[in-house]
């Protein structure tokens, strides 16, 4: 079996990325600049860090899921980080080793581990959002896992068992409505369900989509009237699982398909465009612009998520594009918005699924094989199409940045963005409040430890529910 020691050499479990192994829980954090009085809640992100060393060859989205948290209140802030703790993990804490062989090297657990926790471990480690007055950490291929205020584990969430089949990792909350539009996907008939929770949290519609094969699909994007899928050719492959070998392969014969649902009429029939292949894992928003939707995401040619040998050479950097899908005349339009390589793209979720004028994408200062690393963000005018780039400074790590809404400003950038970064020199890591308007930091809360590199996050506000 690898051993912990072994496995740092992997530029995943290493650098950046290296798993910690406490949790900490510590008030009255150090503060260079002024934390804005209208900052009050908590800034949540998930990400994997790997609690025992891998029984085969690693992936990034094998991780055990850890939430690191900061709340702001009374002018203070406080940093918390906690394991989601999954039945998979709890019963691998009582083995003192690993169970679950991962998503490059799979391997099926004793038959008593599967009984008691599933063939395949809900690790819940890439994303956090809060509906209904419930958080939840999400991974795409398990139930949402609760957790409460402290982040404790209160466990899986099934929607008073109305939920059949797994939660994606990226629902979309409509601020208009306050539903909660998700899908699941799965490597078996059917291969896509798309579901909506009303704003008090109860799951109303789940509709079944026909898709001719098994596809990974990471992202939708949900404009005010319609719901958008990407049926794109990163294709399950099950027996090749079982047999330990990667279980998703790129088939690009396969082609491209973006599909539009009515999220008035979830049963009618879904409105394909036929694309050449290409990959995408983010959305940036979604909008109605009179019989045509508008969807920009971060574009890739091919699958590149480390499933392949070839993936390295073959995969160019993912960059900001936007898709017009005219829906009057069966015609799709393709652009591509920027040249820097980046992803983790954001809006103001306050400002979700309509035009709004400003996004914001991660900038990629490495994209070179498995190498990859953020140091700044680009902020985009979508409406006058001009950017302006963050940087967060000489030897810093950083990642998603997510938009903390300002109540007593107006405009779609009136907030702050909010993004763990790392020092590379010093070891040390930060949590970086830059005014979105201005583009300048006011503040920099100095975090208690490392916090290693991760996927996503939100602003939960004080007042939200």
Known sequence: ?????????????????????????????????????????????????????????????????????????????????????????????????????????????????????????NTANTHVVRHAGRTFALMEAGRPTEVDEELRTLGEFDFDGALVGPMTAHPKLDPVTGELVFFGYNPFPPYVRVHVADVAGQLVRSVDVDLPAPVMMHDVAVSGRHV??????????????????????????????????????????VRWFELEPFWMFHILNAFDDGDAVVVDGCRTNRLNAGFGADEAVAAQPPVLHRWRLDLATGTVTEQQLDDRAGDFPRVNDDRAGEDTRYGYVARAARWAGEEVSFDGFVKHDLHRGTAEVYDYGTGSVAGEAAFAPDPTRKGDDAGWLLNYVWDRAEGTSDLVVVDAQALEEVARVHLPRRVPAGFHGNWLPSSGT
């Open 228 to 269: 958008v899928l990407f049926d794109l050719p990163a294709i399950f492959d099950v027996p090749a699982m079982l047999e330990g070998k990667p279980g998703i392969r790129w088939e690009p014969d396969n082609g491209s398909r973006i599909g539009v649902l009515d999220r008035s009429d979830l049963d009618a029939p």
């Open 1 to 121: 079996m690898t051993t912990m020691d072994d496995a740092t050499v992997d530029p995943y479990l290493s650098g950046a990325w290296e798993p910690v192994h406490d949790e900490l829980d510590v008030a009255d954090l150090a503060v260079t600049g002024t934390l804005p009085d209208a900052l009050a809640g908590s800034y949540l992100r998930n990400g994997p860090n790997l609690a025992f060393a891998p029984l085969g060859r690693y992936h990034l989205f094998d991780g055990d899921g850890m939430l690191h948290g900061v709340t702001f209140a009374d002018g203070r802030a406080r940093y918390r980080n906690r394991w989601v703790e999954s039945k998979g993990l709890a019963a691998e804490r009582r083995a003192g080793h690993a169970l679950y062989g991962g998503l490059s090297a799979f391997s099926m657990p004793a038959p008593e581990v599967v009984a008691e926790a599933g063939p395949m471990k």
